[in-house]
């Protein structure tokens, strides 16, 4: 039934025992060729799953909409499948395998009866890249074929790679009844295996993105020696040709796809600066011969939400939809048969089908779109891609950057003082939530690295395997956190952020490069006021030195709270990160 795609009898054991579960009527490898997308698309409109826009105004571009019940990452049915409950850490669902997979084998039997079974080689790097990995996912779901031959590399190509005996992370999904009572997204880090039941949104089928290229590859960088980041990478050319390349984490609703895809103030554009995309959510990290970090962008494309990106926040993100584009649960204008959103423009259109395919006006009192609706887009569209995105070694690394939402407390922008001190800067990052969300302000959620809903294992040895990475590296980027979302007494954001978030970058760069002095304070090194351009911005410098102060009164608080928040990671906690918070005490009672 599978023979002649492959030799790798790894792989056709792992697709017959997919289809002698699920019993599908019939199985289709995926060459990734563009007839067969074709095809795919066009069966897909056929049977309603997909819509076909306008193709004059939205060029390959297609619509599907999810159950309503199933519009998000459900992070109470994602598991970590590990022998040990204590190798999950505290961050983590924890299933035993030995319950686990009994349990989905029983959810998934015959439930591709009448369905075809599609097998997806593909690649999370460039193939042929020794960052690559090879994945097999095998679906029930053509969305979900067609959303991985945009976000990964598929294609035979990936099988030859493989050959007769190489390894690859298995992934099954199966769509079964979108039942949300029996929704599980399991992650077996032990055995490279991902399974999904019951879902049919992206960034739970699309296994290739957070399961396999952050769960799956944290653990497996961990055992390696290599780190899968939740980070953005960008590069900075400055005019004189010199290139600068920057990895940074942000929890959600913290500015990451626009800082990924950052245009310049104007007199720095007139200059001659400019800034590309490498990737928007994920980097691959390894230690070249050179002893600096080498980073690559392991996908191929954005999974990005649509609602409040337009022409202002994001016009890169908004031109990379323009083609060759899936968009899921936005609404549709039956005007041209084109795409809306909230925030694409300031007045709604007078009459939309919405994401649930209902008949809408701005009078309806609800979204139109819904407030996760995605946009999968190919990374070439975007403007600004940088010609490395292909690059099979990557970008060496000058800089990384952390950054959460607080409203005071933490100052616009600081360095760390070494590597473990950066790391310590990492673990503790947070945002506060605000009173319309949660009715208390201020309450921090802790998102350590931006990775604590995917990071595949214990969180203190994730801590540690950052201290052990840092010791591998002669040269190491150095290591700041940024906030751009100080807030007056008011609730005026005090820093105007988006493409101005520039002069940060450049003061930041200036530092790796040690070209400009910082103050020493408390938490790390400060920039004077003086030295953050701020040419061309309605902006004083009083309101600069306002954003830049660290209050020790305050940061002795948080030491408290981070004290507090540390405690759940017990033994596992590296000594290196205890003694920079009790360094963070001391510098706040001098």
Known sequence: ???????????????????????????????????????????????????????????????????????ARVEARTFICCRDEKDAGPTNYWMDPKEAYPMLREIARGKMKGRTMYVIPYSMGVVGSPFSRIGIEVTDSIYVVLNMCIMTRVGFNCLEALGKDGDFVKGFHAKCDIDPEKRYIMHFPEDDTIISVNSGYGGNVLLGKKCFALRIASYLGRKEGWMAEHMLILGVTYPDGTKKYVAAAFPSACGKTNLAMLIPPKHYRDLGYKVETVGDDIAWIRVGEDGRLWAVNPENGFFGVAPGTNDHSNPNALAATRKGTIFTNVAIDPSDNTVWWEGLTKQPPEHLIDWLGHDWTPASGVKAA??????????????????????????????IIFGGRRATTTPLVYQSRDWNHGVFVGSIMSSETTAAATGAVGVLRHDPMAMKPFCGYHMGDYFAHWIEMGKKVKNPPKIFNVNWFRQGENGEFLWPGFGDNMRVLDWILKRCDDKIEAQETAIGYVPYAKDIDIEGLDYSVETLEKILYVDKERWSKEADEIAEFYKQFGDKLPQELKDNLATLKANCEK
């Open 1 to 71: 039934m599978t023979q002649g795609y492959t030799e790798n009898q790894k792989v056709l054991d792992f697709v017959n025992a997919s289809a002698e579960l699920a019993q599908p009527d019939k199985i289709v490898w995926i060459d990734g060729s563009d007839a067969q997308i074709d095809a795919l698309r066009e069966e897909a409109c056929s049977t309603g799953e997909m819509i076909r826009l306008n193709q004059e105004k939205l060029p390959g571009c297609y619509y599907h909409r999810t159950a309503e019940n199933d519009v």
């Open 370 to 399: 819904h407030p996760n609706s995605r946009f999968t887009a190919p990374a070439v569209n975007c403007p600004c891609i940088s010609p490395e995105f292909n690059s099979k070694t990557g970008v060496p690394l000058d800089a």
